[in-house]
C-alpha cells in the first residue's frame, strides 16, 4: 500500500476568526478551537488505517495544542511546519492591506519582510522529501496557508496554486498516489460533531 499523509490544521484562534495573519505570532486555540481539535482527532482515528504512523508538528503552540487535544501519540516538532511568515502583514487582515495594496493575496503579491513564494516552494520541498522518506503514512499538524502550500507541491504544481485548495480550521485532508502518481485523496474534511 502506497504512504498517505494526513495534513491538519490547527484549530480555531481569535485571529482565524477575524482573518488576521498569524504566522509568528503565538495565538492560542478559542474554547471552540478546543473542542474542534478533539473533534479532528476523532475523524483521524476514522480515516486512518491502525497502523504505524509519524506524526511531525508545527512548534506554534496553536498546533502542539491541537495535536495534544486530537490524542496524537509521539508528536515531533517540525520547525519547517511554520506557517508562511508574513513579515509586516503579521497581524493585519487583507483587507487591511489591500488599503494600500489593492488586490492584493498572499498568492499572487509579495510580503515585504517576510518569505516569498520561492522560499515557500524550498521549505515545503524539503519538508515533503522528509515526509517521502518515512517508511509510515504521516501526519502532519499545522497552519493553513503552508498546508494548501504542501498540497500544491505534492501534486508537483507552483505554491500559487495553493488558492485553489481550503483547509478550513481543524480541517483534515488527506494525500496519497493513484498507482504511484500523487493525488487528493480527501479534502478538508471538517472535524466530526457528535450530534
Known amino acids: 500500500m502506497e504512504q498517505r499523509v494526513y495534513i491538519l490544521r490547527h484549530g480555531t484562534t481569535e ?10 505570532t503565538d495565538i492560542p486555540l478559542t474554547v471552540e478551537g478546543e473542542l474542534r481539535a478533539r473533534q479532528a482527532g476523532q475523524t483521524l482515528t476514522a480515516l486512518r488505517p491502525a497502523s504505524p504512523v ?22 515531533m516538532t517540525e ?17 487591511q492591506i489591500r488599503e494600500t495594496v489593492p488586490d492584493w493575496t498572499v498568492w499572487s503579491h509579495p510580503c515585504p519582510g517576510g518569505e ?9 520541498d524539503d519538508l515533503l522529501a522528509r515526509v517521502r522518506g518515512a517508511d509510515t503514512d504521516v501526519v502532519l499538524v499545522g497552519h493553513g ?5 504542501l498540497i500544491a507541491r505534492w501534486l508537483n504544481l507552483p505554491i500559487a496554486s495553493g488558492v485553489h485548495f481550503a483547509l478550513d480550521a481543524a480541517g483534515i485532508t488527506v494525500l496519497g498516489h493513484d498507482r504511484g502518481v500523487p493525488q487528493i485523496q480527501r479534502s478538508n474534511i471538517p472535524a466530526w460533531q457528535q450530534g
Do not use: M
Open 15 to 24: 485571529w482565524s476568526l477575524t482573518g488576521q495573519h498569524t504566522s509568528r
Open 54 to 75: 509519524t506524526v511531525l508538528c508545527s512548534p506554534r503552540k496553536r498546533a502542539q495544542r491541537t495535536a495534544d487535544l486530537a490524542g496524537l501519540a509521539d508528536v
Open 79 to 95: 520547525p519547517l511546519l511554520v506557517e508562511w511568515d508574513y513579515g509586516d502583514y503579521e497581524g493585519l487582515t487583507t483587507d
Open 116 to 124: 516569498t513564494a520561492s522560499n515557500i516552494a524550498t521549505r515545503a
Open 145 to 149: 496557508h503552508f498546508s494548501r502550500c
